[in-house]
């Protein structure tokens, strides 16, 4: 993700990656001590080769959301029963909605733990911790100057005969202003796996 988004004028290409959706899993521990902390994130990074995980705070309190695909769902159970042996304090919820976001930020204040930081949907605003659709711009070289996300009903409904016509509806819903690009010609672009590339010609100004 760029540290700074980048302007407009200067995206060159447009690459959209359809994200695979799957089960999700909250998992809510209160820590004793940093050790144990330590213990969970260690724990959650080793799956990070098997399913998809994002850290939703740190500190007293640790949280993490997990995705795993329909044919992985005994591992979230694994999770949870690992997690329950070992620490007193576990609640876990099979579902990632905004109840378990305002659980998490109220504990958090309580617990003084620290929220991280977590991807929004650029339409409707909502958060998404794994997004169905992420959008990189770039410019000539190909570095990444902006970086949208889109859940997966906002995706849904930006669905389109072509995919052409797909980057450009969500980028017309999208909360940035991107008429620049929506006008401008979109050459499709030989791209790996299930990637989908643009070239950007013709701005019109
Ligand atoms: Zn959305």
Do not use: W
């Amino acid at each position: 993700m760029p540290k700074r988004e980048g302007s407009v004028e200067t995206v060159r290409e447009i690459c959209i990656d359809p994200q695979p959706s799957g089960l999700r899993a909250v998992y809510l521990v209160e820590t004793r001590s940093e050790e144990e902390s330590r213990e969970i994130d260690k724990l959650f990074l080793e799956l990070e080769s098997q399913i998809q995980v994002r850290q939703l705070c740190r500190g007293k309190l640790v949280s993490y959301v997990v995705q795993a695909h329909e044919s992985d769902a005994s591992v979230l159970d694994e999770i949870e029963d690992i997690l329950k042996k070992s620490y007193a304090f576990v609640v876990t919820q099979r579902s990632f909605d905004d109840l378990i976001c305002r659980i998490v930020r109220e504990l958090c204040e309580d617990t003084g733990s620290k929220l991280s930081a977590i991807p929004k949907c650029n339409i409707c605003g909502k958060v998404e911790p794994f997004p169905n659709t992420v959008v990189n711009l770039s410019d000539d070289d190909g570095s990444v100057l902006i970086s949208r996300n889109y859940c997966s009903s906002c995706t849904a409904e930006a669905s389109a005969p072509s995919n052409k016509e797909f980057i450009k509806s969500l980028l017309a819903a999208d909360k940035r202003d991107f008429r620049k690009i929506e006008s401008a010609e979109l050459v499709r672009h030989p791209s790996r796996k299930q990637s989908i590339r643009f070239r950007v010609k013709d701005f019109t100004s």
